[in-house]
């Protein structure tokens, strides 16, 4: 079943902050963040695995409730390169299925 | 730099015309790629799931005698679109599990294919 992200598009002026949500109605094993680019292939962000995690890198940062099967990904202080879509992919499985995804949220950063 | 790659970028061919697109692991072994479908401006859609050694797993609604794949190699998946139509042009993207450490899935370039 496809995880649910919002908001499903948001724009925002460069050094602000956004909040992505991703949010599934069955157990998860683990979450996965891509960002993509218009005409490229997603590019791995983070991976957080069940247990309740929190993870980041730079700017980027990610957690991941296990009790309500929910993940956000916290950008902060948002950079022109930041923008594109973000999806979440999620496992239910024991990490050898693939990942299903969400519809994805559109990030518009302007200068 | 990339660790998995495919080929080709893109390709244009005749409506009942088969293709052939490669994923390969550039440097890790994966027994499982996983092949998505992503038409424009929606989400990606998994296809099937590689197995090495073993038969393709689709997902429901894809048609396994049209969508080919083959995992020959522990670094190498295949998929090949036969006749196909022009409703099969779309954005085909492969992606295989590194297992030797925080089980990312990473993703090929991805292969445009329009049919004409």
């Known amino acids: 079943q496809q995880p649910v992200q919002s908001p499903q598009a948001v724009i925002l002026r460069e050094g602000e902050d956004a909040v992505i949500n991703c949010s599934s109605s069955k157990a998860l094993y683990s979450v996965h963040w891509y960002r993509q680019k218009h005409g490229e292939a997603p590019v791995f962000l983070m991976i957080?695995?069940?247990?309740?995690e929190q993870k980041g890198h730079d700017k980027i940062s990610a957690s991941f409730n296990e009790k309500k099967q929910q993940s956000s990904l916290y950008l902060t202080a948002s950079q022109l390169s930041y923008s594109g879509t973000y999806f979440c992919g999620t496992e239910s499985g024991g990490g050898a299925d693939g990942l299903t995804f969400g519809k994805g949220t559109h990030l518009i950063i302007q200068p | 730099g990339a660790v998995v790659s495919q080929h080709p970028s893109w390709v244009i061919c005749k409506s009942g015309t088969s293709v052939k697109i490669e994923c390969r692991s550039l440097d890790f072994q994966a027994t499982t790629m996983f092949w998505y479908r992503q038409f424009p401006k929606q989400s990606l859609m998994l296809m099937a799931t590689s197995n090495e050694g073993s038969k393709a797993t689709y997902e429901q609604g894809v048609e396994k005698d049209k969508f080919l794949i083959n995992h020959a190699s522990l670094t190498l998946s295949t998929l090949t679109v036969t006749s196909a139509h022009p409703e099969d042009s779309s954005f085909y993207i492969c992606s295989a599990r590194d297992n030797r450490g925080g089980n990312t899935i990473y993703f090929g370039e991805g292969s445009w294919l329009t049919v004409v």
């Open positions: 957080l695995l069940k247990g309740g």
